[in-house]
C-alpha cells in the first residue's frame, strides 16, 4: 500500500511555522511514465507545494511520497545524458587529486550510484568503490560493470553496517541530499561511514538560484529540500560537520558542489562565507522575497501558455524536446498536454515508447521525429542543456526548426 504523508516540522530546525511559498497543485510524481496501455490509467496525483521555514529559512516540500513508489524502478540513467558523463570525468579527477591520490587504502562510496557512471571512472585510480542505490533496475546495470552495489536506500542502519566492514575516505552523493526525508538520520550516517580525515561532497542546487531564475519547474515530489547554504551550514555544526568549502558548477544549468568534513579536520576556505553574504544580500529571510516569487511564476505560466496558443494558431507543430521530472513539472503546471504537444523526444531509452505523466504526450527516440523541421517548434523541456543542445541541433535550425526556451521567460529562438 502506498504512503502519503503531510510533514508537520522543518527537517532542519524541527520548526512547526512555516510560510507556503509556492502551489503547482496536484501532479503525479514527476518521473512516474506511463507505458501505451496505460494510457487511459487514472494516475495518483499528489499536492505539490514549497514552503519555507520561517525559523531558519529552509525551503522544502512538507507533501511527502512514499519513497519506494518513486524510487524503486527509476527510468533516469545518467549514462545516457553526455554532459553528466563529461562533468563526472572533472569531479572524479578533482576529488581523486585532492583528497585520495597520496593515501595507499582508498574507498569512495558513492550515495545514490545510479548506473554507475561515477563510480566507474573511480576505478582508473585503483579505488576501492561502493553504490548505494535504491532503484533495483539501476543496481542491477551498476552491478554489470563490476562495480560492489548495495541495493538499498542509505540510512543510519545501513552506513553503520558498511562501517563494520571499511570506512570511507570519501562519500559522495549527486542530487541526493534534497530526495531525504529523514535528514537527521541521513547526517548521522554519513558521520559513522566517513573517517575522521574523509570528505564528503554533494551536488545540489542552489535555492538562491531557483529564486532569481524563476526555476519553479526544479520542484517536484522527490525534491523535498531546496537548500541555502546559511541553514545548511547552521544544522552541519549542530551535527559537528562543517562546510570547508563551495565551488558553482555549470552542470544541470548551475549548481554547487559543498565539501564537508568532521569538526576541524579542514580549514574553512572564503567561498563559504562568500555564499551567505550573498544570500544574505538578496533577501532569503524577506517575506517579500517569496511573494515576489510567487507572483512572478504566475506570470510566467500565464505567457507561456498565450505564447504556445499563438503558435498553434499558426498550425506549428510543437513538440517537447527532452522528458526530464523538471518538464513534466511544468507541462503539468501549464495544463500542457497532449492536445497540444505532438510528442516529446529524449535519448533515454528507458523512457521512449512511454507516456509522460498526467499530460499523457508520447515519448520517442530523437531520430524518430518527423524530419520535414520548418513549421515545427521544440518547447526546450531540458532548458537547463539549452547550450548544449542548441549547438547540437544545428541541423534542425538550420532546416526552420525553432526553440522556445521557457524559462526564465519564454523565448523563442
Not at 522527490?222 to 549542530?238: C, G, N, V
Not at 512511454?354 to 520517442?364: A, C, D, N, S, V
Request: aromatic residues 10%; contains cysteine; charged residues 30%.
Amino acid at each position: 500500500m502506498m504512503r502519503y504523508k503531510f510533514r508537520k516540522n522543518c527537517r532542519l530546525c524541527s520548526s512547526k511555522e512555516f510560510k507556503l511559498v509556492l502551489d503547482l497543485g496536484k501532479q503525479p510524481p514527476s518521473n512516474a511514465f506511463l507505458t501505451r496501455k496505460e494510457r487511459e490509467k487514472i494516475e495518483k496525483v499528489f499536492p505539490l507545494r514549497l514552503y519555507l521555514c520561517k525559523t531558519c529559512h529552509h525551503l522544502q516540500l512538507l507533501d511527502v511520497v512514499d519513497k519506494e513508489y518513486l524510487f524503486s524502478n527509476y527510468l533516469y540513467m545518467t549514462s545516457a545524458n553526455k554532459p553528466i558523463i563529461q562533468h563526472f570525468e572533472e569531479y572524479v579527477d578533482y576529488v581523486y587529486q585532492k583528497f585520495l591520490k597520496k593515501k595507499k587504502e582508498r574507498m569512495v562510496v558513492e550515495i545514490g550510484s545510479n548506473d554507475g557512471t561515477l563510480l566507474k571512472k573511480f576505478l582508473k585510480y585503483d579505488v576501492d568503490v561502493l553504490g548505494i542505490e535504491p532503484a533495483k533496475n539501476l543496481a542491477k546495470i551498476s552491478r554489470s560493470f563490476k562495480i560492489k552495489t548495495e541495493n538499498n536506500f542509505f540510512s543510519h542502519s545501513i552506513a553503520k553496517k558498511i562501517s563494520n566492514r571499511k570506512k570511507a575516505d570519501v562519500i559522495i552523493a549527486n542530487n541526493i541530499l534534497g530526495h531525504v526525508d529523514k535528514l537527521n538520520d541521513f547526517i548521522k550516517g554519513i558521520k559513522i561511514l566517513l573517517k575522521d580525515d574523509g570528505v564528503f561532497v554533494f551536488e545540489v542546487p542552489h535555492a538562491l538560484k531557483l529564486i532569481k531564475n524563476l526555476e519553479f519547474d526544479t520542484v517536484y515530489h522527490e525534491h523535498l529540500s531546496y537548500f541555502f547554504i546559511t541553514p545548511l551550514h547552521k544544522w552541519l555544526r549542530k551535527n559537528e560537520l562543517e562546510i570547508f568549502h563551495i565551488q558553482k558548477q555549470d552542470v544541470h544549468g548551475g549548481t554547487i558542489r559543498v565539501f564537508v568534513s568532521k569538526s576541524g579536520s579542514h580549514k574553512e576556505r572564503k567561498s563559504v562565507r562568500g555564499f551567505m553574504k550573498e544570500e544574505e544580500k538578496n533577501g532569503i529571510n524577506n517575506k517579500q522575497t517569496y511573494d515576489k516569487f510567487s507572483t512572478s511564476i504566475e506570470s510566467l505560466r500565464k505567457n507561456l501558455v498565450k505564447k504556445i496558443e499563438s503558435l498553434k494558431k499558426k498550425n506549428k507543430i510543437i513538440f517537447g524536446y527532452g522528458a526530464p521530472a523538471k518538464g513534466n513539472v511544468l507541462l503539468n503546471y501549464c495544463k500542457i498536454d497532449n492536445k497540444i504537444l505532438d510528442f516529446v523526444t529524449d535519448t533515454t531509452i528507458l523512457k521512449q515508447g512511454k507516456l509522460t505523466p498526467g499530460t499523457k504526450i508520447p515519448i520517442i527516440s530523437p531520430k524518430d521525429k518527423p524530419k520535414n523541421y520548418k513549421n515545427m517548434i521544440a518547447l526546450l523541456l531540458a532548458w537547463n542543456y539549452k547550450d548544449a543542445i542548441i549547438k547540437n541541433e544545428k541541423n534542425f535550425i538550420k532546416n526552420g526548426g525553432r526553440f522556445l526556451i521557457p524559462i526564465p521567460k519564454p523565448v523563442l529562438l
